[in-house]
């Protein structure tokens, strides 16, 4: 099982695909997010990318510490990755919680990031548009999907409930994860964003509302957005191939970053 140990002596389970000679992209899931998470992309995207996926600390197969975290910790955790495996800089892939720690990568170790994707995340603090939307109480899951997805496809969701609850995770994870995300705040750091940018997110997206990703991209220069329309938190579960799509597409017009 890949895995290494990071300075705190935190394990963390990470997995490898495509040719190591070819650029590198990382995944960062979102909270309680694991790797089968992504498997509907990996190989797609692994035909042109060196594809690095891993387990945040907290989450799927890596140690899950109960004390205090903040983003510092997740992105010490990335760049200590990035050095076990001789990666000096690499595409960041952000999901959610991912992409909340790849803003904060990018504002403060810039110089490892060749270029960065956000999807379905939001600036934290403040500015953060959130709203609130009913799911039944014994579906909460619903929240992560289009409403139309759900009632149209919904062997497809029970297959990521299958998958997604193979390695559960723990009580605590998840509100030290939240603790991290509650002291997260970009905003006013945004317009110092250097690495090429696209913003990715799913036009019916329940949990983090569209609207965040318009705030994304007018306060990144020069970044580009992309709403995968009828999408729902979800979206590259629910229009893998149009998500594949967009991240392949941009990082062809920014390789180098």
């Known amino acids: ?23 590198p992209l990382l995944l960062l899931e ?6 089968p998470g992504w498997r509907r992309n990996i190989l797609h995207l692994s035909r042109e990318l060196f594809v690095v996926a891993f387990d945040l600390r907290g989450n799927g197969l890596s140690d899950s510490p109960d004390e205090p975290m903040s983003m510092a910790t997740f992105t010490g955790d990335v760049i200590e990755l990035m050095d076990h495996l001789g990666l000096a800089r690499a595409h960041i892939y952000g999901q959610s919680f991912g992409g909340m720690v790849a803003q904060e990568l990018a504002l403060t170790a810039p110089s490892r990031v060749a270029a960065l994707i956000l999807a379905a995340t939001h600036c934290g603090g403040a500015h953060a548009v959130q709203k609130g939307y009913a799911v039944p109480k014994d579906r909460p899951y619903l929240a992560l999907y289009s409403q139309r997805f759900a009632e149209e496809h919904p062997d497809h969701i029970a297959e990521d409930l299958e998958v997604g609850g193979r390695n559960p995770q723990e009580a ?74 967009a991240v392949l597409g941009f990082i062809r017009r920014h390789p180098d970053g």
Do not use: C
């Open 1 to 23: 099982m890949p895995e290494f140990f990071t300075s705190d002596g935190s394990r963390i389970h990470h997995e490898v695909y495509g040719d190591a000679s070819a650029s």
């Open 172 to 245: 605590h994870s998840r509100r030290r994860q939240w603790e991290a995300m509650q002291g997260f705040d970009s905003f006013d750091r945004l317009p110092t964003l250097k690495a090429p940018t696209l913003v990715l997110h799913g036009s019916e997206d329940r949990l983090v509302p569209a609207e965040n990703a318009q705030l994304l991209a007018d306060r990144i220069p020069g970044a580009e957005s992309r709403i995968l329309i009828g999408a729902g938190h979800l979206y590259h579960s629910e229009q893998a191939d149009a998500a594949d799509a």
């Open 30 to 35: 979102g909270m309680g997010g694991d790797i």
